[in-house]
């Protein structure tokens, strides 16, 4: 019994002495303080009791305490702590309380109010036209005040290191490798830092021109050639409001009118928030940050964002006035990202018996982010020349006029960088490794010179089943003119192979202009809305749209097309084409039969006026999606080189997207219209995503799509003449469920309506969409914190059935695909 209350009693005692004892109470009339809160960083360790008295076990040197209507204490930790506080005066008592309580100042609010309704007002862009340069610099490093401790400490590795005796010693080759690796980079990080990048970059504005942004010149350590969609990354709050101020995330942040002051000569609010994680357990006075506010313009001066962990990261931009606008002057960022860690446990002083003790000797590495803007230019005249081509344009990309706009020199351990990181990422190949990983922002896996497309591996319909296949295509390794690619696809439920083959000739390096000849064999969902100048994030979303669908028809074709990009905003595509089409339904065409020889022309035309490109080696890259954006097709068939059917098929999309008070919102606007001889195929299917053929569970589930309707029949519903409308509403605030992310809730409504004028001559069964359609529904994305959104859709009006399974749609989002 001794034995085993001996190690008890040891045990409490270690938790009732191993504890600080606080006593708190108010320095004018010695009575204790009840409630006062103590934390730890912006941790609640607890709250006094009656007596003002508190117990506590922290790693913290110093704690806050905190009471409602007195001063705060900063007081550093001891055994035993006795802390006396100094009540406020009824002026500062009334501002605490708005702090301790929790609740955003309204005045803060309706200061933010003012910054967001003047944002467009105090913009540079409600100027006629300004010109201005910039300096960045990219780094990863060690903490500024580690890098004399990190050399002294790879010293002593690498001698330790040089004794052990590796002779028994064995390693996989794999593990040996990452091992060599590792120690290369090490090496290369000791008299250099891990990554630096410097780039000059030159801004040009005009309201009648648009924008314009020419690279003058940069470089990146270990790589000799640049990586093109690197270059428009803009780690800054230039033509970017910070998140913190944006109306759809003031539920996240609490804000507090703190002061106000005279910043270079101007009368300045001084606003602090804080984000909200727990309400209970935060410290009211632990701020995430500072926004500094010009009193007359309203404008935002500076602003100033600190991570809630200490020594995670922070950032700094301030902005300055010319000619009533504001412009960015400089910012500083720094960003925890991860950490360097060794091994440093002792494997050869263990007693036998003993269990080695693994310890970890770490060092933070940081990004570090410096921009600097200058030589600013109000209202100059403008050239037309110099605004063409794409909207971002590299001059010069050696690193020889980096000198010209540097704010200050480069230090040693700078320098060293260059040379230290390009011969470790030569010797390692990384150039290429990062190449492969970029191409994925395009929707292939690259190899070599073969660029591999995602959409091919694998796709799901009615028809089909599942069907696996590949499809690749020769990069500008192995030409810069010719591109030939090919695909098959083999489907498990038609047991039949699909394939196509094709040859890309580029006529320009300056911009898009490739002509084309291909031949195809392959299936396709009848009556599909065009998709031709569509980006591979759009063609992703329509990837399960036919889940349910099995109306397809065969379709062998030849065919030569010319891509053209006109401007940075307009690209055009024409085609001519041989067809050679048949149904894979039971259908009949008038008395034409179920097949047909068909020869057509189509122009596609696509109209961004705010995407922003850049020309690299791989083709046009859009690295920033801007709208609205609008789509258009005309097909022509005619009857000539044997061709069977005479028709015109007209269809446009428009998208819009915007953000406002009430959130984010969506509107796609789209319809078309065919006449002549044209089989079902050639007019339009309303695009349906459920089962109605089925009693299933899954019969009702889909994913979301461009414009597909969840509740809607699939392959029922076709229209020779039909319009659309769809609008999604993003509300405007997020909110925390399970794990770290955020989500939100999306509100949606869509419908469409149609004719067939001749619907009698295609004999197969299906329906006229002559009324009104219409459905509702609500999406929540991040469903419970996941990686995945889920929604359910309600149909309405005159298609509505009574049985309420049959009205219902549910939508599964995959937010990578999204």
């Not at 108010?26 to 008295?53: E, F, H, M, S």
């Not at 295609?762 to 996941?786: I, P, S």
């Amino acid at each position: 019994m001794t034995k085993f209350l001996s190690p008890l009693f040891l045990f409490f005692t270690a938790m009732v002495f191993g504890q600080t004892q606080l006593k708190v109470f108010n320095k004018a009339d010695k009575q204790p303080i009840y409630n006062a809160a103590v934390y730890c960083d912006d941790a609640l360790l607890g709250k006094t009791d009656l007596n003002g008295a508190l117990s506590f076990k922290t790693k913290c040197k110093k704690v806050e305490i905190l009471a409602s209507n007195f001063e705060d204490v900063t007081a550093d930790v001891k055994k035993n702590m006795e802390i006396s506080m100094q009540p406020l005066s009824e002026k500062r008592g009334n501002i605490d309380r708005v702090v301790i309580n929790d609740k955003s100042d309204p005045r803060a609010l309706k200061i933010l109010d003012e910054v967001n309704k003047r944002a467009k007002e105090n913009s540079p862009k409600s100027l006629e036209s300004y010109n201005f340069k910039s300096y960045a610099k990219y780094s990863i490093d060690l903490d500024k005040d580690s890098i004399d401790i990190y050399k002294n400490f790879l010293a002593t590795r690498k001698d330790s290191l040089s004794k052990v005796d590796h002779k028994d010693f064995k390693q996989k080759e794999s593990d040996k490798k990452d091992s060599l690796i590792a120690e290369d980079f090490i090496e290369a990080s000791t008299e250099g830092q891990m990554f630096l990048w410097e780039k000059a970059t030159e801004y040009k504005y005009s309201k009648k021109y648009g924008e314009k942004t020419n690279i003058i010149d940069n470089r990146m350590s270990g790589f000799k050639n640049p990586i093109y969609e690197a270059l428009a990354l803009n780690v800054s709050n230039l033509d970017r409001t910070p998140r913190q101020l944006r109306p759809e995330n003031r539920k996240l942040f609490n804000y507090y009118l703190t002061d106000t002051i005279q910043l270079d000569g101007r009368k300045t609010y001084v606003i602090k928030f804080k984000e909200i994680t727990d309400k209970k357990k935060q410290n009211p006075r632990k701020f995430n940050g500072k926004i500094y506010v010009d009193a007359d313009s309203y404008a935002l001066k500076k602003f100033e964002s600190i991570s809630k962990k200490i020594n995670e990261g922070n950032i700094v931009s301030v902005w300055k006035p010319i000619n009533n606008k504001w412009f960015l002057d400089y910012e500083d960022l720094k960003l925890k990202m991860g950490n360097t860690s060794f091994d440093t446990s002792k494997k050869d002083s263990l007693k036998p018996g003993d269990t080695k003790k693994y310890n970890q000797k770490k060092f933070g590495n940081y990004l570090y982010v410096k921009n600097r803007f200058f030589d600013f230019e109000i209202d100059q005249p403008q050239k037309a020349s110099d605004f063409k081509g794409y909207s971002l344009e590299m001059k010069n990309s050696d690193g020889s006029l980096l000198q010209q706009y540097r704010t200050d020199s480069l230090t040693t351990r700078e320098s060293n960088t260059y040379t230290k990181i390009d011969s470790f990422v030569q010797k390692h190949d990384f150039e290429k490794k990062l190449n492969t990983l970029t191409q994925l922002l395009r929707g292939n896996i690259r190899y070599k010179m073969i660029d591999f497309d995602i959409t091919k591996f694998i796709k799901y319909d009615n028809y089909q089943g599942i069907r696996l296949g590949a499809g690749l295509k020769l990069n500008e390794k192995f030409s810069k003119t010719f591109s030939p690619d090919g695909y098959f696809g083999y489907g498990f439920k038609d047991h039949r192979w699909k394939y196509g083959l094709g040859l890309d000739v580029k006529l320009s390096d300056k911009r898009t202009s490739i002509f084309r000849v291909e031949y195809v064999d392959d299936v396709f969902a009848a009556g599909r809305f065009s998709n031709h100048m569509w980006d591979m994030m759009m063609k992703i979303s329509d990837i399960n749209l036919d889940l349910h669908n099995s109306t397809f028809y065969r379709n062998q074709r030849y065919g030569a097309s010319f891509l053209y990009d006109i401007s940075n905003s307009l690209s055009m595509k024409i085609a001519l084409n041989k067809e050679k089409q048949n149904a894979l339904f039971d259908y009949q065409y008038k008395n034409m039969g179920n097949a047909f020889d068909n020869t057509n022309a189509i122009l596609s035309l696509k109209f961004a006026p705010n995407d922003k490109n850049i020309m690299t080696p791989s083709g046009k890259y859009t690295y920033e999606k801007g709208y609205p954006q609008v789509f258009l097709n005309y097909e022509k068939g005619f009857k000539t080189l044997g061709g069977d059917l005479d028709y015109n098929r007209l269809d446009a999309l428009i998208i819009h997207q915007f953000r406002s008070k009430l959130g984010y919102t969506n509107i796609k606007l789209f319809g078309g219209i065919s006449s002549g001889t044209a089989p079902i195929w050639k007019n339009f299917e309303i695009a349906g995503q459920n089962d109605a053929n089925i009693d299933h569970w899954y019969s009702n589930i889909s994913t979301p799509s461009n414009f597909g309707f969840a509740t809607m029949p699939s392959g029922t519903f076709f229209a020779d003449k039909f319009a659309g409308f769809k609008i999604s509403q993003s509300l405007p605030f997020r909110f925390k469920t399970l794990g770290k992310r955020y989500s939100d809730i999306e509100l949606e409504y869509q419908s469409a309506i149609g004719d067939f004028k001749n619907a009698a001559d295609h004999q197969f069964q299906f329906r006229a969409l002559d009324h009104y359609y219409q459905e509702a529904g609500v999406m929540w994305n991040r469903f419970l914190g996941t990686g995945f959104g889920v929604g359910f859709s309600y149909r309405l009006g005159y298609y509505q059935t009574s049985e309420f399974k049959e009205n219902m749609g549910i939508k599964i989002k995959f937010n990578l695909l999204n």
